[in-house]
């Protein structure tokens, strides 16, 4: 098992920034890709950035290319993103996951409990 604790967010004004946090505990060395996914409200959750644990090989949605940044940190078992520029429509829950065997995607086996972000104008 794996478990993700997610933290950093928050409300900010559009144009600022934020940095997410997911610390992953437990058979962390099963782990494959971890990454980011967003729900906002009346909408389907859509991924956001993944980045392979062993190599650091990343992979972000295009609209966040440019703007949010996922980096690891292996010693803390700790993943980030960097969200620089933010809009209002980035506004919503930033869940962690991830996954033993391929990308992150909305079927990864492992989930935090999510963290609240939002830009208002």
């Known amino acids: 098992q794996v478990q993700l604790v997610e933290s950093g967010g928050g409300l900010v004004q559009a144009g600022g920034s934020l940095r997410l946090s997911c610390i992953a505990s437990?058979?962390?060395?099963?782990?494959?890709?971890v990454g980011w996914f967003r729900q906002a409200p009346g909408k389907e959750r859509e991924f956001v950035a993944g980045?392979?644990?062993?190599?650091?090989?990343?992979y972000y949605a295009d609209s966040v290319k440019g703007r949010f940044t996922i980096s690891r940190d292996n010693a803390k078992n700790t993943v980030y993103l960097q969200m620089n520029s933010l809009m209002p429509e980035d506004t919503a829950v930033y869940y962690c996951?991830?996954?033993?065997?391929?990308?992150?995607?909305?079927?990864?086996?492992?989930w935090g409990q999510g963290t609240q972000v939002t830009v208002f104008s």
């Open positions: 437990g058979r962390t060395s099963s782990v494959y890709t």
């Open positions: 996951a991830a996954d033993k065997w391929r990308l992150v995607n909305s079927r990864s086996e492992y």
């Open positions: 980045i392979r644990w062993n190599d650091g090989n990343k």
